[in-house]
T-cell receptor, first 114, second 113 residues
Framework: KAGVTQTPRYLIKTRGQQVTLSCSPISGHRSVSWYQQTPGQGLQFLFEYFSETQRNKGNFPGRFSGRQFSNSRSEMNVSTLELGDSALYLC?????????????FGPGTRLTVL | QKEVEQNSGPLSVPEGAIASLNCTYSDRGSQSFFWYRQYSGKSPELIMSIYSNGDKEDGRFTAQLNKASQYVSLLIRDSQPSDSATYLCAVLHGSSNTGKLIFGQGTTLQVKP
C-alpha cells in the first residue's frame, strides 16, 4: 500500500505570494491532518478534515486554510506569505473517524519564504 | 507554561541500557497520549499510544501514564543505536474524533555503541 504523498516536496516563494500544498492520503483513509514544523515552535497542529469537513483548527491566522475533496485528497493554502511561514508542512492520514490513534505522516513539503 | 513539556536533551545512554523519556502536560482533561519517533530528516512515526493510567508494553517500549500527576513517560529497554532519534510526546486536547493534537518539543535520544 502506498504511503501518504505530498506535493511538491520543496517550494521557494517570496513574501506576499500565496501557496497551495497537496496531500494524498493512504488509500482508504478518510481523515487528513496538517501540521507545521519549525525548529523554534516544533510540531504544531493546523487543521483536521474528515469526509470533506474541517473538524478542528489550530491557532493559526486566517491566512492558513484548507479543504478536503471527496476522494479524501486534501490541500492547504497559505495566502500573503510571511517570512515566518518558512517551515516543513506535514500532512498525516488515518482511517478515521478517530484521526490520531493510527496516524501516518507524509514526507512533508519544505516551504521557504524569501 | 507550555501545554506539553519535554526535556529537549540530548539524553545519552549506552547501548543495552534503559532510556527513560518524560513528558508533562497542562490540560487535566486530556485522555489520549501518544509517543512519536522522528529520525533526523524524516517524518514522525507513531510508536505508542496510551489512554489509561498505568503501563502499556509493546516490545522494547513501555509507555507509562499518571493522569493525577499529568505525566507520561516512555521507556526503551535494551536501547540500540538505531533508537537514536527525537521522541515527541503528543497529547490530545478535546474529544477523540474532533480534538487537536498538541506536541511537545521533543527529546533527542543518543544511544552510544
Amino acid at each position: 500500500k502506498a504511503g501518504v504523498t505530498q506535493t511538491p516536496r520543496y517550494l521557494i516563494k517570496t513574501r506576499g505570494q500565496q501557496v497551495t500544498l497537496s496531500c494524498s492520503p493512504i488509500s482508504g483513509h478518510r481523515s487528513v491532518s496538517w501540521y507545521q514544523q519549525t525548529p523554534g515552535q516544533g510540531l504544531q497542529f493546523l487543521f483536521e478534515y474528515f469526509s470533506e469537513t474541517q473538524r478542528n483548527k489550530g491557532n493559526f491566522p486566517g491566512r492558513f486554510s484548507g479543504r478536503q475533496f471527496s476522494n479524501s485528497r486534501s490541500e492547504m493554502n497559505v495566502s500573503t506569505l510571511e517570512l515566518g511561514d518558512s517551515a516543513l508542512y506535514l500532512c498525516a492520514s488515518s482511517p478515521g473517524p478517530n484521526p490520531y490513534n493510527e496516524q501516518f505522516f507524509g514526507p512533508g513539503t519544505r516551504l521557504t519564504v524569501l | 507554561q507550555k501545554e506539553v513539556e519535554q526535556n529537549s536533551g540530548p539524553l545519552s545512554v549506552p547501548e543495552g541500557a534503559i532510556a527513560s523519556l518524560n513528558c508533562t502536560y497542562s490540560d487535566r482533561g486530556s485522555q489520549s497520549f501518544f509517543w512519536y519517533r522522528q529520525y533526523s530528516g524524516k517524518s514522525p512515526e507513531l510508536i505508542m499510544s496510551i489512554y489509561s493510567n498505568g503501563d502499556k508494553e509493546d516490545g522494547r517500549f513501555t509507555a507509562q501514564l499518571n493522569k493525577a500527576s499529568q505525566y507520561v513517560s516512555l521507556l526503551i529497554r535494551d536501547s540500540q543505536p538505531s533508537d537514536s532519534a527525537t521522541y515527541l510526546c503528543a497529547v490530545l486536547h478535546g474529544s477523540s474524533n474532533t480534538g487537536k493534537l498538541i506536541f511537545g518539543q521533543g527529546t533527542t535520544l543518543q544511544v552510544k555503541p
